[in-house]
């Protein structure tokens, strides 16, 4: 039966009725009736020709479309095309809105000279990869931190590549005139800088690793700082509150005002007004804690969170992917891999929001259908960030999404070739995005802009 002369005879508008409800009225009506239609292909339909300005392929629109210019003659007056202009400039604004996108540009922040020399960041070449440079660079007020693993340092270098100051127990027979902080460290990991210039030192507890605490080769000596997740390489560490004058201000487990040690840290956040975010590893399984003045205020553990006994765990596999917080302490974004139980392959990945020491989420706030798409950061405007590769990772596109998970722009980073010297690319606690590269003998900074 023909859908058009279906919906036609149950409507009969006549003139005096107004276009704008039968208008809708016919487009749903036509939705239910549209199993019984011959007329349209259930093909997508190329709304836009090659030369205009959206050639995304719609489903359904293009049947929308052609069904509402197939209303009685009658109704073709200066209202009904008003009514329909409006409803394909809708159309258009809805399904177009994933193809704004903003380029972004590599800015040069700094540059350091990789060597042995005091004043050099030092890295090591083990069979043609570089290792002992750090996969992330914090930056505060023109400063940058950077670890040296090799020597147990934190060296501070101003953006003209020059060092500032050392953080560490450097040897009195240093001739430099050079600021030291004099500070026992042990196996340094990661580091985070505040906007207050608050900086936050993993440091392990003992500096003396054993045999039976890594195995095979030194876990610290990998490429650009990198430590393995197993436990058996990860040695109990705290962390090193210190000011900006460099005074120690606390310590953050073991004998510190935390009173369990942290494992693995994968990631630190430090925010203003004395916050900080530790996403770690204890008991085999990642927890985020959330700290005010040093002191613990929330926790989100993997252990805790119904998720992995709920419904969804009949048919799929829930894997942990990450967690990010909100600087505020508010709430945190967890995102959830789904892999299906009968042929263990990817199915989705959510991201959820959680307040701090809940089991259950307040809110879901995206699924993603795609491997590649992946949790990158959440900024001051609770907006939110995925990751998505593109072309074989010569790009990278971030899409941007508000704090109710509506998808409202893109932002493009374009890595000038060769690409394997770009490492980490990351965003701080003030929204901006950086990578690091190594580049002749340099390690270099950049900003996204």
């Known amino acids: 039966m023909d859908s058009t002369r279906l919906v ?14 039968f208008i809708f009225m016919s487009i749903l009506k036509f939705k239910m009736h549209k199993s019984n239609s011959q ?11 090659k030369n205009q300005f959206c050639k995304r392929k719609f489903s359904r ?19 009904f095309i008003q009514c329909t202009t409006t409803i394909l400039l809708l159309l258009l604004l809805t399904n177009c809105v994933r193809f704004k996108i903003d380029n972004l540009k590599p800015t040069l922040l700094g540059k350091i000279k990789i060597g042995t020399d005091l004043t050099e960041v030092d890295g090591q070449i083990v069979n043609n990869a570089l290792i002992n440079i750090p996969f992330r660079i914090p930056i505060n007020a023109n400063r940058l931190y950077i670890t040296d693993y090799n020597n147990s340092y934190v060296k501070v270098y101003g953006n003209d590549g020059d060092l500032d100051f050392i953080i560490g127990n450097v040897p009195s027979k240093n001739n430099l005139k050079i600021k030291v902080l004099n500070q026992k460290l042990g196996n340094i990991g990661l580091l985070a800088v505040s906007s207050e210039d608050d900086l936050f030192i993993q440091n392990r507890i003992s500096s003396n690793v054993s045999a039976g605490e890594i195995t095979k080769e030194n876990g610290f000596a990998k490429n650009s700082g990198y430590f393995d997740t197993k436990e058996k390489e990860s040695i109990a560490s705290y962390l090193l509150h210190m000011d900006s004058k460099g005074k120690m201000v606390s310590i953050i487990g073991v004998s510190g005002k935390n009173s369990e040690p942290f494992r693995y840290i994968e990631s630190l956040y430090a925010f203003d007004k004395n916050r900080l975010a530790v996403y770690h590893k204890y008991a085999e399984q990642m927890q ?120 409202i722009n893109n932002k493009r980073l374009q890595f000038p070739s060769p690409r394997l010297n770009w490492r980490e690319t990351y965003m701080d606690e003030n929204d901006n995005v950086y990578s690091v590269k190594t580049s002749a003998g340099y390690l270099e900074l950049y900003s996204w802009n």
């Open 8 to 21: 036609s005879k149950q409507v009969e508008p006549t003139r005096k009725q107004k276009p704008f409800p």
């Open 39 to 49: 007329t349209f292909p259930s093909k997508n339909i190329l709304l836009f020709s």
């Open 61 to 79: 629109a293009p049947i929308v479309i052609k069904h509402l210019f197939s209303v009685p003659q009658c109704l073709c007056g200066k209202a």
């Open 288 to 407: 985020l804690n959330y700290y005010v003045n040093d002191e613990l205020v929330g926790t989100i553990k993997e252990g805790n969170l119904s998720i992995f006994t709920g419904p969804d765990s009949l048919d799929y596999k829930i894997k942990l992917d990450t967690i990010i917080p909100h600087k505020d302490g508010e709430y945190a974004l967890v995102s959830f891999s789904f892999i299906g139980k009968k042929d263990s392959r990817f199915k989705f990945r959510r991201i959820y929001k959680y307040a701090l020491n809940a089991v259950e989420p307040d809110a879901l706030l995206k699924e993603l259908q795609y491997p590649s798409e992946i949790l990158f950061s959440v900024n001051t405007n609770k907006e939110f960030f995925i990751w998505e590769t593109e072309n074989k990772g010569e790009s990278v596109k971030l899409q941007v999404h508000d704090k109710d998970g509506n998808h």
